[in-house]
Nanobody, 126 residues
Framework: VQLQASGGGLVQPGGSLKLSCAAS????????MGWFRQGPGKDREFVAA????????HYADSVKGRFTISRDSGKNTVYLRMNSLEPEDTAVYYC????????????????????WGQGTLVTVSS
């Protein structure tokens, strides 16, 4: 499985961006996909995750109410819609995937994910 993240860029505080993560290669009908980010001088952290069934989504507290994760199973693509962006959201955003259901208590754990995209840079600045 290969993941290709795109959609990053420069945006002003309060603005919006939509990231995409396209999966290619062997696909899976079940599993979990997530977004993580690594800001300047920070460790990589969990942002959001979605069951491939699309039934449930999960968010880090820092992005709840501002970010929305969704997927288009026909296109094998997961999206991250980011609204009300803040300078603290500046980071390289990575998508990740695993062809199995992760229990909720582990969904934010990076080592649970088998496949990673290359990252796309989001810069929030005036």
């Amino acid at each position: 499985v290969q993941l290709q993240a795109s959609g990053g860029g420069l945006v002003q505080p309060g603005g919006s961006l939509k990231l995409s993560c396209a999966a290619s290669g062997p696909t899976f009908s079940s599993g979990t996909m997530g977004w993580f980010r690594q800001g300047p001088g920070k460790d990589r952290e969990f942002v959001a995750a979605i069951r491939w069934s699309g039934v449930s989504t999960h968010y880090a507290d820092s992005v709840k109410g501002r970010f929305t994760i969704s997927r288009d199973s026909g296109k094998n693509t997961v999206y991250l819609r980011m609204n009300s962006l803040e300078p603290e959201d500046t980071a390289v955003y990575y998508c990740a995937a695993v062809p199995k259901r992760i229990i909720l208590s582990a969904i934010a754990t990076q080592t649970q994910y088998h496949y990673w995209g290359q990252g796309t840079l989001v810069t929030v600045s005036s």
